[in-house]
């Protein structure tokens, strides 16, 4: 069942541009290849919303992180009325308004690397597992784009986080 388009008689498709056609014919996967080749990444991702469980988890995936934040919630509705569960609720407004995306609980971490701390003394300042510890340092390092601890605090400096 389509979540977007009504099931209907797509009527004459002759002249289309061919990622319309495809999806209008219900080829939902023929029309998100050629958008993703196209480089299109909010018409493919409405073309993923015509498709299965997995597309549509695709589908709001992407609009996250095109912080399409409307169509999301929208699509969240959408799945959650088809019967899905367990869908992503997004980021927290306090994450949205990292300009690093960063968590509260990552910025606490980010705060405690550019004071120097050990992944085992951020864990026991923090009271929280090394294992945890470890995958909040590697989040920090990703969304700032370092390959070192000291190149993320280096970021959060110049770009004022911290």
């Known amino acids: 069942r389509q979540l977007l388009l009504p099931e209907s008689d797509p009527g004459e498709t002759d002249g289309m541009a ?77 994450t949205r308004a990292n300009q690093a995306g960063l968590t509260q609980r990552q910025m606490e971490v980010l705060q405690l690397i550019e004071r120097g701390f050990s992944n085992k003394k951020i864990a026991a300042h923090m009271a929280i597992s090394p294992k945890t510890v470890d995958h909040h340092v590697s989040a920090v390092l990703e969304k700032l784009e370092a390959v070192s601890r000291g190149e993320a605090a280096a970021a959060a400096r110049a770009s004022g986080l911290v």
């Open 18 to 94: 061919e990622p319309h056609r495809l999806q209008l014919l219900g080829d939902w996967r023929g029309a998100a290849a050629l958008w993703a080749n196209m480089d299109a990444p909010f018409e493919r991702a409405l073309a993923l919303l015509q498709g299965d469980e997995a597309a549509r988890r695709e589908a709001l995936d992407i609009f996250e992180v095109l912080g399409a934040r409307p169509v999301a919630q929208h699509v969240r509705g959408l799945m959650r009325q088809s019967g899905l569960i367990h869908i992503a609720r997004g980021p927290r407004q306090a």
